[in-house]
DNA sequence: CAGTGGTCTAGACCACGTT
DNA sequence: ACGTGGTCTAGACCACTGG
């Protein structure tokens, strides 16, 4: 007689035993499955439930399913993580402490040419130039250098930046926008080495995104972590 | 009459209206949807269907449910992005690029302290260390600093690992297993750096990367990626 | 304790892609 | 042409949790 520690929802139940098949080979990579309907009669579930298992299960990236093809096990496991941005704020004070904000600049310019390129900016069209330093506890956490297309959203030549910053104004003027997200390893630049306490040069995680809605680019920001930041994710 | 364009899958179809109204503002963040049952009469679908779309929007962090509770507009959309973790040769081979590979070294050591704790090794049991240099039509792409312990996966030490890399090895023999991984931008150690062909301290952008399978530890490894690597998603 | 979401079922029709 | 997955439906029971 069978005891069920947990009572799990079936179709998680039928998930686990076929992800267990597969890692003891039962089913190897590239191997073909058997049926919805007749994975369904052998677990005892409708086909339903089997067919949630199986689409979430290739949805992780643990088998391939084709119409008429049939359900394979994929031949190398797809790997993919998924990573949660969270704004700043959030991110500081999740760890105790307090979170400190400080405007150091703000600017009306054009920007370079790659920046206008990115933005899709006509000839006349300007920026507004925003820098911004986070702080944990009093101390600097992350620089933040900000892009914001006057054109697209001429709010934010009225809104006051100086208690809080862009991006949380940002969240609540044009929520659920299209990100496009890049992280990448850089020196620290002069200015990011004075407000962040480091050598210049130093190397400092750096986060780049740029957000449009319907097409048409907002803004661009730049943010340099601290020292020892790092980006977690399990799978 | 309703001329349908593209004909989308039901479920996707409200999915779409339903963030279409959060976009608007219809739903304000924060609001209340009315529940599943109105919902699906209100959009002539099964409550099934219905239950489809929202889940999915609260997996995409669109919405928040509870029972009882109801759903509701997430006040600050969760952003989250999913990056894919390819191997490395599938990496270079997707730029057009001739995948090249070397092993630099292989041997036995007992490794340091943090990293038999991350490990979780006993106190007579080592490691196999292996170093790599993963190759872009001849140019130095990757480097691979692999840490294996051995009562672990003792077929390792039997492995032979001068003409494809540990990573495809271990593909082939523990697909499926758990994995923990980190990002972070580093200086480029002595060893980094003559391999890699940049001046020691140069800012890389670098990958940890632990593997488990059923609580145990395998294998470590620390990648350093050549200059001007980034890691990019949209969201 | 009552209402909401979470899940399951049995049956059905359809689209795609291999044969 | 035909088999497989993709989706939809109508109805049901249950678990959690807010009032």
């Known amino acids: 007689m069978k005891?069920?520690?947990?009572?799990?929802?079936g179709y998680a139940a039928v998930k686990e035993e076929i992800l267990r098949r597969i890692?003891?080979?039962?089913w190897a990579p590239?191997?073909?499955?058997?049926?919805?309907?007749e994975l369904a009669g052998e677990f005892g579930v409708a086909r339903g439930t089997m067919n949630r298992a199986l689409r979430e299960l290739t949805e992780q990236g643990y088998l391939e399913r084709k119409r008429k093809g049939g359900t394979r096990v994929r031949p190398s496991p797809l790997r993919a993580a998924r990573f949660e941005i969270p704004l700043v704020r959030a991110e500081i004070e999740a760890t105790g402490a307090v979170y400190g904000y400080e405007l150091l600049s703000r600017r009306i310019e054009a920007g370079g040419a790659a920046l206008?390129?990115?933005?899709?900016l006509d000839n006349d069209e300007q920026l507004l130039r925003l820098?911004?330093?986070?702080?944990?506890?009093g101390k600097p956490y992350q620089l933040e250098e900000?892009?914001?297309?006057?054109?697209?959203?001429?709010?934010?030549?009225?809104?006051?930046?100086?208690?809080?910053?862009p991006n949380e104004w940002l969240v609540q003027t044009v929520p659920y926008s299209d990100v496009e997200i890049c992280f990448e390893a850089n020196g620290a630049s002069a200015l990011v080495a004075r407000h962040l306490g480091v050598a210049p040069g130093?190397?400092?995680?750096?986060?780049?995104?740029?957000?449009w809605l319907k097409g048409k680019a907002l803004t661009h920001v730049r943010l340099s972590h601290h020292v020892h930041y790092r980006m977690v994710a399990r799978y």
Chains 1, 2 share one sequence.
């Open 146 to 165: 900000r892009w914001i297309s006057i054109s697209a959203l001429p709010q934010a030549g009225r809104a006051d930046f100086s208690a809080s910053g």
């Open 131 to 137: 820098a911004c330093l986070h702080l944990a506890d």
């Open 116 to 120: 206008r390129a990115l933005l899709g």
């Open 23 to 26: 890692r003891a080979k039962a």
């Open 30 to 37: 590239g191997d073909l499955l058997p049926g919805e309907i």
């Open 202 to 211: 130093t190397p400092l995680f750096t986060t780049l995104r740029t957000t």
């Open 3 to 9: 005891v069920k520690t947990k009572a799990a929802p």
